[in-house]
């Protein structure tokens, strides 16, 4: 890992994949409060859902997302007691974490669309063509 929490590859370069994936948590966290109310604890092992690793994603990340959409109004909670345990709170969507949800479906298909446009660059870039010269043999 390099300076802030991004992955190494190659020569000592970064690569920046962990700060928007951070962010990706949010729309993640949205779409698993849509199917149905959950403790925080059942949305982080259910991110696997969406490729995240297990012990990927901080559980201090998840929290903290929580706290803040719920701040905004996106997502409402409740201190839920019984079942012999200690009382844990239960998220629910509201009407404008709904929409929000929506907003973030917009946003990653235009991101999608984006990397899409990307990786088809990279790959006219970086294939092997006749007469192209490599990086080491261009000026």
Do not use: I, K
């Not at 951070?22 to 993640?28: L, N, S, T």
């Not at 109310?37 to 690793?53: R, T, V």
Request: proline residues 6%; contains cysteine.
């Amino acid at each position: 890992m390099c300076h802030g929490g991004h992955t190494r590859h190659g020569h000592g370069s970064r690569c920046c994949v962990s700060a928007p994936l951070e962010r990706f948590v949010q729309p993640c966290l949205l779409l698993l409060l849509r199917r149905r109310p959950a403790h925080g604890y059942e949305l982080m092992q259910s991110l696997a859902e969406f490729g995240f690793g297990e012990g990927e994603v901080d559980p201090a990340t998840v929290y903290r997302n929580l706290r803040r959409l719920e701040e905004e109004g996106f997502v409402v909670s409740r201190w839920e007691t019984g079942g012999g345990g200690p009382a844990r709170r239960l998220y629910r969507l509201t009407r404008e974490g709904e929409e929000l949800l929506h907003a973030w479906a917009a946003a990653v298909e235009q991101n999608r669309r984006r990397l899409e446009h990307f990786l088809a660059r990279y790959r006219e870039e970086t294939a092997p063509a006749e007469g192209r010269p490599g990086p080491e043999n261009s000026s």
